[in-house]
Structures are given as structure tokens and as C-alpha cells.
T-cell receptor
Framework: TQLLEQSPQFLSIQEGENLTVYCNSS?????LQWYRQEPGEGPVLLVT?????EVKKLKRLTFQFGDARKDSSLHITAAQPGDTGLYLC????????????FGAGTRLFVKA | DTGVSQDPRHKITKRGQNVTFRCDPI?????LYWYRQTLGQGPEFLTY????????KSRLLSDRFSAERPKGSFSTLEIQRTEQGDSAMYLC?????????????FGSGTRLTVV
């Protein structure tokens, strides 16, 4: 069974601080996605990484895919209250029939 | 295109009643997925369709659950004889075949509360 473990589960920080959240698995994925979800809404895709070692930047967000394609990280620089939300990593693999499985998420709260 | 639409947004039902949810995917997307999300958890896969064919169902999908996509466009998810454990957010997503590993477009979900 493929699993994606996210850490930390919950993070509360002050505006302006930096943070990193992690997504780990013992399985190899063909791609990893990061989504952000706000209360009462569906997840919204932020980025997809497909190549081991790949780094993608989206404004203040930096996403990295591990060399072995088993893990990923999301780094946020100078967090803002608007970054508050549930960050979900999700992975797709051939072994899983290419359906996407999700981690339990990291709930981020940025205080003004 | 208005994205993925789900209806209703909220549903409160009494235990034992049947409920049906609808999902309208992005029109050019031929794959449609149903997920369930409970509080504090990530979405869990339930089932998916390519066009009108239901290609995979999770073991989470008991006999009380049935999903259809009769014309390869919208889909319905029916839960018969609801139980309190069915209370969750039911999410629908869509993608083009072959691009699902790049990411899905999700709807806003239907929150079901069984009382």
C-alpha cells in the first residue's frame, strides 16, 4: 500500500517567518503534486514535480522533488496571512494505476 | 469553462435515507474522479471513470455506494441507507486521460452530514 506522510501536521507561525513542510514515502512516484485547500473548498493545484531533484518556484513558494522521487518539500519564504490553509501533497505512480493518493496534509496558520 | 461543479454544496440527511450528489466536470476532460475527505485527513480515492466506463473502485466503496457517468459527461454518486460514518466531504475532480499524474481540477465538494 502506498502512503504519503506529511510533517508537521500543524504549524502556527508569525507573518514574515519562513517554513518548510515535508512529504515522505517509501514508494517511488512518477509525479508529486502540491495542493492548497481552504475550509469548505476543494483542493487547488499549486505545482507538479516530475523529475527527481527538480526544483520549482512559485513566487515565495519553492517546491523540491527528492532525487529518488520518494519525497518532496515545500518551502515558504516570508509567510503571509494569505498563506493560511491546508497543504496537501499527492502522488501518482504506475504501481498505483496512476490514480492520485493524498497525504493527510499540513495545516498552516500564519498570524498577522 | 466554469471548472468542476458539484451540487449540492451541503446536505444534511437522517440516518437510513438515500442521498445523491452530482458532479459536472470540465467539459473537455474525459476522466472523472470521486474522493472522500474526513476531518483532519487528506482526500481518499473512491472511484474513477474514463468517459462512461467506471475503471476502478476502491474497497472503501461499500455496496451502499454507487456511481454512474451515463453519457460520459456529468456523474452522480448515490449513497443508500446512509450511516453516520458516511459524514464527510465528497470531492469530485476531473482531468484529461494521460494527464492525471500532472494534477486534477477539483470541485468545491459536497459536505454530507448524517444525523
Amino acid at each position: 500500500t502506498q502512503l504519503l506522510e506529511q510533517s508537521p501536521q500543524f504549524l502556527s507561525i508569525q507573518e514574515g517567518e519562513n517554513l518548510t513542510v515535508y512529504c515522505n514515502s517509501s514508494s517511488v512516484f512518477s509525479s508529486l503534486q502540491w495542493y492548497r485547500q481552504e475550509p469548505g473548498e476543494g483542493p487547488v493545484l499549486l505545482v507538479t514535480v516530475v523529475t527527481g531533484g527538480e526544483v520549482k518556484k512559485l513566487k515565495r513558494l519553492t517546491f523540491q522533488f527528492g532525487d529518488a522521487r520518494k519525497d518532496s518539500s515545500l518551502h515558504i519564504t516570508a509567510a503571509q496571512p494569505g498563506d493560511t490553509g491546508l497543504y496537501l501533497c499527492a502522488g501518482a505512480s504506475q504501481a498505483g494505476g496512476f490514480k492520485t493518493i493524498f497525504g493527510a496534509g499540513t495545516r498552516l496558520f500564519v498570524k498577522a | 469553462d466554469t471548472g468542476v461543479s458539484q451540487d449540492p454544496r451541503h446536505k444534511i440527511t437522517k440516518r437510513g435515507q438515500n442521498v445523491t450528489f452530482r458532479c459536472d466536470p470540465i467539459s473537455e476532460h474525459n476522466r472523472l474522479y470521486w474522493y472522500r475527505q474526513t476531518l483532519g485527513q487528506g482526500p481518499e480515492f473512491l472511484t474513477y471513470f474514463q468517459n462512461e466506463a467506471q475503471l476502478e473502485k476502491s474497497r472503501l466503496l461499500s455496496d451502499r455506494f454507487s456511481a454512474e457517468r451515463p453519457k460520459g459527461s456529468f456523474s452522480t454518486l448515490e449513497i443508500q441507507r446512509t450511516e453516520q460514518g458516511d459524514s464527510a466531504m465528497y470531492l469530485c475532480a476531473s482531468s484529461l486521460a494521460g494527464t492525471g499524474s500532472i494534477g486534477y481540477t477539483f470541485g468545491s465538494g459536497t459536505r454530507l452530514t448524517v444525523v
